[in-house]
T-cell receptor, first 115, second 114 residues
């Protein structure tokens, strides 16, 4: 069964450093998403992406964050200058479509720890 | 902003019995609802969904009920199995929203005892 994959599974970084989290969405999916879950809190929407541009972003997704689809398979989330409060599980998701009753399928997540 | 709430942080049931997980929402624009299951160190796994034009959707042991007037949905698992022990999240979205953002509840940890 096709699945969303994410690398790395864990990332430890120093505050102020840049990190890039990588995702390979399901191959026939056209809509891609990033969510995060801070320990003990809800899963929160960050951004959705379609046709090489951002469809929607939350207030969490400020100028420190960016997304890119650098090739036909990868979807990346970059945090330019990490802060302690960026420590969280980051989940990538994808869906076939984006405006109907679409099910989003999630990857296993990347645990980011900012020291 | 508590648009989607799961008021029970945990639930314990005996194997073979019914598990009922509840979810409430406040945003009347939500019209598509999903349940996800999550094991530790894994991503959310899709279980079942329901559109606001329905009040019930069934898939094997899993049934989701939607009460639009009460802004309430529930997930029934019957019979419950030890492998169902996980955290269950309900999520909601607005169909037609260009971003297709999901809003999640806080989750309910289900423990099914053998």
């Amino acid at each position: 069964e096709p699945e969303v994959t994410q690398t790395p599974s864990h990332q430890v970084t120093q505050m102020g450093q840049e990190v890039i989290l990588r995702c390979v969405p399901i191959s026939n999916h056209l809509y891609f998403y990033w969510y995060r879950q801070i320990l003990g809190q809800k899963v929160e929407f960050l951004v959705s992406f379609y046709n090489n541009e951002i469809s929607e972003k939350s207030e969490i997704f400020d100028d420190q964050f960016s997304v890119e689809r650098p090739d036909g398979s990868n979807f990346t989330l970059k945090i330019r200058s990490t802060k302690l409060e960026d420590s969280a599980m980051y989940f990538c998701a994808s869906s076939v479509g984006g405006q109907g009753q679409e099910t989003q399928y999630f990857g296993p997540g990347t645990r980011l720890l900012v020291l | 902003d508590q648009q989607v709430k799961q008021n029970s942080p945990s639930l314990s049931v005996q194997e073979g019995r019914i598990s009922i997980l509840n979810c409430d929402y406040t945003n009347s624009m939500f019209d598509y609802f999903l349940w996800y299951k999550k094991y530790p160190a894994e991503g959310p796994t899709f279980l079942i969904s329901i559109s606001s034009i329905k009040d019930k959707n069934e898939d094997g042991r899993f049934t989701v009920f939607l009460n639009k007037s009460a802004k309430h949905l529930s997930l029934h698992i019957v019979p419950s199995q030890p492998g169902d022990s996980a955290v269950y999240f309900c999520a909601a979205s607005v169909v037609g929203n260009a971003g297709n953002m999901l809003t999640f509840g806080g989750g309910t940890r289900l423990m099914v005892k053998p």
